[in-house]
């Protein structure tokens, strides 16, 4: 059984940076698609950006363009999301995800193995 954890998570003031990490134990992560996906109280869940194994294009929520960077590590086995001039409404939990088929983000209808999250705060 594949299982996703998240690190990095914390409280940052706005404007500052974070860097999480997604890491597979039990199978493999980097030779998939792998999205992060965040969930803020009272709202759903909002696809934030996502990665491709066939070709490592990338996909990002308009809202974080230009802020956010998604990098696979395939010695490290890890995806990372690289978070700077964060904003109070970036505040969320972060989840990374995959399908464990798909190989392009374009082909992914839904995730089915997730991590637990980790916490990401922006006071103002």
């Known amino acids: 059984q594949v299982q996703l954890v998240e690190s990095g998570g914390g409280l940052v003031q706005a404007g500052g940076s974070l860097r999480l990490s997604c890491q597979a134990f039990g199978g493999p992560l980097v030779d998939y698609a792998v999205g992060w996906i965040r969930q803020a109280p009272g709202k759903e869940r909002e696809a934030v950006s996502c990665?491709?194994?066939?070709?490592?294009?990338?996909w990002y929520l308009d809202s974080v363009k230009g802020r956010f960077t998604i990098i696979r590590d395939y010695a490290k086995k890890t995806v990372y999301l690289q978070m700077n001039s964060l904003k109070p409404e970036d505040t969320a939990v972060y989840f990374c995800?995959?399908?464990?088929?798909?190989?392009?983000?374009?082909?992914?209808?839904?995730?089915?193995?997730w991590g637990l999250g980790t916490q990401v705060t922006v006071s103002s």
């Open positions: 995800a995959t399908d464990r088929v798909s190989t392009s983000c374009g082909t992914v209808i839904d995730y089915n193995t």
């Open positions: 990665v491709s194994s066939s070709d490592d294009s990338t």
